[in-house]
C-alpha cells in the first residue's frame, strides 16, 4: 500500500509523485495493490497521517489485504514505529525504498560500501524501534535490562562498522585521485553524463562508446560511475562518464554517501544534461537535476542539454520546440547548445559529437557570453 500527502511546493504534483513511488515500488520487486492519499497543513507528530485516516488505511486490510505500507515521504523514528504497531504491518518510507533499490543495485565494492553506510546512517536513529519489549518494563532506575544494553552494543557495532567503511571508501578515494592524476597528466577533457533516473544516460554511453554497460526499463537500472575513452567527429579523444541518475526527494543519507563518486564531476570540462522528451514529467524531472547539479556546486558547469527518447516523442515538431525552450530556460546562460536525439535509435548522436567539440573548442567560452545554439533530427 502506497501513500501520500498532499506537498506540492517542488512542482511535483500528488498524482504525480505516487505514480514515481508505484515505480520505485515495482523496480524493488513489491506489488503495489492500491494507493491513498491526504490533505493535511501539516503532517501529525505521532503517525505523519491524521487518525481518521490512519484508521480508514486500517480498515483496508479486510478488503485489501496488504503487510507493506510505504509512504512518499521520509518519516521520522517515532512515526515509523508508531504506524507499525497502529496498523501491524511492515511500514518504510521513500528513503528506505530507495536505499533498498539502491543496495540491489550496486555492484562495484565502492557502490556496495557507500550503500551499506547510507543503510546504517539512516538506522542508527531507528534502534529503539527495534526493542519494543523494553517498554513493558516501564521508564526510570531499574530499567536497564539486557534489552537495552543490546541496543547499546548494536549502536556501537554500526557505529564501528560506519568507521570502518569510511576507511575503506578513503583508501578507494585515494586510488581515485591517482587514476585522476593521470587522467589529468593525459591532458583529456572529461565529459559527464548527467540526468534523472531512466532517462537514457547508460543507453547513450553505450551507444557513443560501444561499451558494455547495464541497461534496463527500470529506475536506477545502473549505479556505479562508468568511465570510457570516446574518439568525437573530430577524431580528437575525449572521457566520458556515466554517473549515476538522480529523483525528487533524494534522501540525504544518499547524497553524502555518493558525494566522493559525484566529484567526478568536478574535473568535467562539459557536461551532458540528458533529459527523457517523450516523460510527460520532463520539465519537473530536469528541474530536480537542476536542484541536485545547484546542491554540488556544479550548476556552472558549461552543458548540453541532450533531450532523448525522440523516438517515443509522439507530439509534434512546433510542441518539441516549446518543450525544447522551457527545458532551456532554467539555467540558458550555462546552457551551451540543445540537441535532439534517440540513444536507443542512434539518431542524432553524429549531431550530438559535433557538438561537444564545438563546445570544446571554443576557447572564448569563459570570457564571451555562451553562443547558444540548437540543432537535433528535424533539421
Given at each position: 500500500m502506497a501513500v501520500?500527502?498532499?506537498?506540492?511546493?517542488?512542482?511535483?504534483?500528488?498524482?504525480?509523485?505516487?505514480?514515481?513511488?508505484?515505480?520505485?515500488?515495482?523496480?524493488?520487486?513489491?506489488?503495489?495493490?492500491?494507493?491513498?492519499t491526504q490533505n493535511l497543513p501539516r503532517p501529525s507528530q505521532q503517525h505523519y497521517i491524521g487518525q481518521g485516516k490512519l484508521q480508514h488505511l486500517s480498515s483496508l486490510k479486510s478488503t485489501t489485504p496488504y503487510d507493506v505500507v510505504i509512504f512518499d515521504t521520509e518519516l521520522s523514528p517515532m512515526q515509523q514505529k508508531n504506524l507499525s504497531e497502529s496498523l501491524k504491518v511492515k511500514v518504510i518510507d521513500r528513503t528506505t525504498l530507495i536505499l533498498d533499490i539502491f543496495a540491489k543495485r550496486a555492484r562495484t565494492k565502492e557502490g556496495q560500501l557507500q550503500v551499506e553506510m547510507a543503510?546504517?546512517?539512516?538506522?542508527?536513529?531507528?534502534?529503539?524501534?527495534?526493542?519494543?519489549?523494553?517498554?513493558?518494563?516501564?521508564?526510570?532506575?531499574?530499567?536497564?535490562?539486557?534489552?537495552?544494553?543490546?541496543m547499546e552494543s548494536d549502536r556501537r557495532l554500526i557505529k564501528k562498522r560506519i568507521n570502518t567503511i569510511k576507511r575503506e571508501l578513503e583508501a578507494i578515494e585515494k586510488h581515485r585521485l591517482l587514476y585522476r592524476d593521470r587522467r589529468k597528466k593525459a591532458d583529456l577533457p572529461v565529459?559527464?553524463?548527467?540526468?534523472?533516473?531512466?532517462?537514457?544516460?547508460?543507453?547513450l554511453f553505450n551507444a557513443l562508446t560501444h561499451a558494455n554497460v547495464f541497461v534496463q526499463d527500470k529506475l536506477f537500472a545502473t549505479l556505479d560511475p562508468t568511465t570510457r575513452r570516446f574518439r568525437l567527429s573530430d577524431?580528437?579523444?575525449v572521457l566520458l562518464t556515466d554517473t549515476v541518475g538522480f529523483i525528487q526527494k533524494l534522501p540525504t543519507t544518499l547524497v553524502a554517501a555518493f558525494s566522493a563518486t559525484l566529484e567526478e564531476l568536478e574535473d568535467a570540462s562539459l557536461i551532458l544534461q540528458v533529459v527523457d522528451i517523450s516523460n510527460a514529467h520532463a520539465a519537473e524531472q530536469n528541474q530536480t537535476v537542476e536542484?541536485?547539479?545547484?546542491?554540488l556546486k556544479l550548476d556552472a558547469k558549461p552543458r548540453i542539454l541532450v533531450l532523448n527518447k525522440v523516438d517515443l516523442f509522439s507530439k509534434e515538431k512546433g510542441e518539441?520546440?516549446?518543450?525544447?525552450?522551457?527545458l532551456r530556460n532554467p539555467n540558458k546562460g550555462n546552457v551551451r547548445s540543445t540537441v535532439i536525439i534517440s540513444?536507443?535509435?542512434?539518431?542524432?548522436?553524429?549531431?550530438?559529437?559535433?557538438?561537444?567539440?564545438?563546445?570544446?573548442?571554443?576557447?572564448?567560452?569563459?570570457?564571451?557570453?555562451?553562443?547558444?545554439?540548437?540543432?537535433?533530427?528535424?533539421?
Open positions: 501520500h500527502t498532499r506537498d506540492n511546493s517542488d512542482g511535483w504534483s500528488t498524482e504525480d509523485s505516487l505514480e514515481e513511488l508505484v515505480l520505485l515500488s515495482r523496480t524493488a520487486g513489491v506489488e503495489v495493490v492500491g494507493t491513498i543503510q546504517l546512517t539512516y538506522l542508527l536513529p531507528r534502534l529503539a524501534g527495534q526493542w519494543k519489549h523494553l517498554e513493558r518494563l516501564g521508564g526510570g532506575i531499574g530499567t536497564r535490562g539486557p534489552g537495552e544494553t543490546q565529459v559527464a553524463l548527467v540526468g534523472y533516473t531512466n532517462a537514457g544516460k547508460s543507453t577524431n580528437n579523444y536542484q541536485v547539479l545547484k546542491e518539441i520546440e516549446d518543450l525544447t525552450g522551457k540513444a536507443a535509435k542512434n539518431w542524432g548522436l553524429e549531431k550530438l559529437s559535433g557538438e561537444i567539440s564545438r563546445v570544446l573548442n571554443d576557447q572564448d567560452s569563459k570570457t564571451k557570453p555562451p553562443q547558444e545554439s540548437a540543432t537535433g533530427v528535424f533539421e
